[in-house]
C-alpha cells in the first residue's frame, strides 16, 4: 500500500479545519497507509540564534528531526491541515517545516540550484480562514509557501481546499460551508 503522511496543525479542539481534514483522511485511508504527524507533539526547538548554531553549523541535527524528514521525503503523498493564522498558518508549522528541511533528505543541490528529493507527488493543503480571502488573492500567504516549499523539495501539485469566511458567516451558513469544504476535499481524494 502506498504510504501517506497527514501533517495536522490543527489548534483547537473544536477546530473546522480539522473536521475537513477528518473527512479527508476518511477517504484517502482507504488506498493508502495513513501516518499522521501532530505537529503540537513533535518536540523540536524552532531554530534560533542558539538552536541554529548548534544543530546546523556543527552538523548536530536532532535524530527525531531526520527520522521525521526521512518519513516525508519517502511518503507518496501529504496532506498539510492547518487554520489561517494572520495571514498564513501558525508559526510552529513553519517551525516544523524549517526542522525538517534537511539537505541530502528533503532538498539538495546540483551545483548550481537547489533539487528536491521528495517522492511526493502530490499535496494536498486543508485550511479555514476567518475572512473571505480566497486562495490566490495575495491576503493568503498560506498556499504560496506551501507551493514554494513543494518547489525546494520537489513535492508536486499543490491543490488547496480552504473554506472561508468562517468567522462572519451565520451558524447556518458555516455548517454549510464546512459540508461543502468536505465534499470539495473527498472528491479531490478519491483521485488523490
Ligand atoms: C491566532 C489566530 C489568528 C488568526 N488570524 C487570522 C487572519 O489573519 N486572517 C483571517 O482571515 N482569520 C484569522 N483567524 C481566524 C481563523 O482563520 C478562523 O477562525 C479559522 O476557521 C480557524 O480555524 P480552526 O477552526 O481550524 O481553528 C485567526 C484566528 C486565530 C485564533
Known amino acids: 500500500m502506498k504510504k501517506l503522511i497527514v501533517i495536522d496543525s490543527c489548534m483547537r479542539a473544536e477546530s473546522r479545519t480539522k473536521l475537513i481534514l477528518d473527512a479527508a ?3 484517502l485511508s482507504k488506498r493508502y497507509e495513513v501516518e499522521i504527524i501532530d505537529v503540537n507533539s513533535v518536540k523540536l526547538s524552532p531554530l534560533d540564534k542558539i538552536t541554529y548554531v548548534e544543530q546546523r553549523e556543527n552538523g548536530n541535527i536532532p535524530p527525531l528531526a531526520v527520522e521525521l524528514a526521512r518519513k516525508v521525503a519517502a511518503c507518496d503523498r501529504l496532506v ?3 487554520p489561517f493564522w494572520d495571514m498564513s498558518f501558525p508559526a510552529i508549522l513553519k517551525s516544523f517545516f524549517e ?9 539538495t543541490d546540483d551545483g548550481t540550484t537547489c533539487v528536491g528529493l521528495c517522492k511526493c507527488e502530490k499535496v494536498l493543503f486543508i485550511t479555514t480562514r476567518g475572512m473571505d480571502i480566497k486562495t490566490g488573492d495575495p491576503l493568503d500567504q498560506g498556499s504560496p509557501y506551501l507551493a514554494a516549499l513543494s518547489f525546494l523539495w520537489g513535492l508536486g501539485e499543490v491543490i488547496t481546499v480552504a473554506a472561508t469566511n468562517m468567522d462572519y458567516l451565520s451558524p447556518e451558513d458555516l455548517v454549510l460551508r464546512i459540508e461543502a469544504a468536505k465534499t470539495e476535499a473527498v472528491e479531490i481524494c478519491k483521485e488523490f
Request: proline share 0%; glycine share 0%.
Open 99 to 107: 526542522n525538517i528541511s534537511l539537505f541530502d533528505i528533503t532538498f
Open 25 to 27: 483522511v476518511a477517504e
Open 80 to 82: 498539510v491541515a492547518a
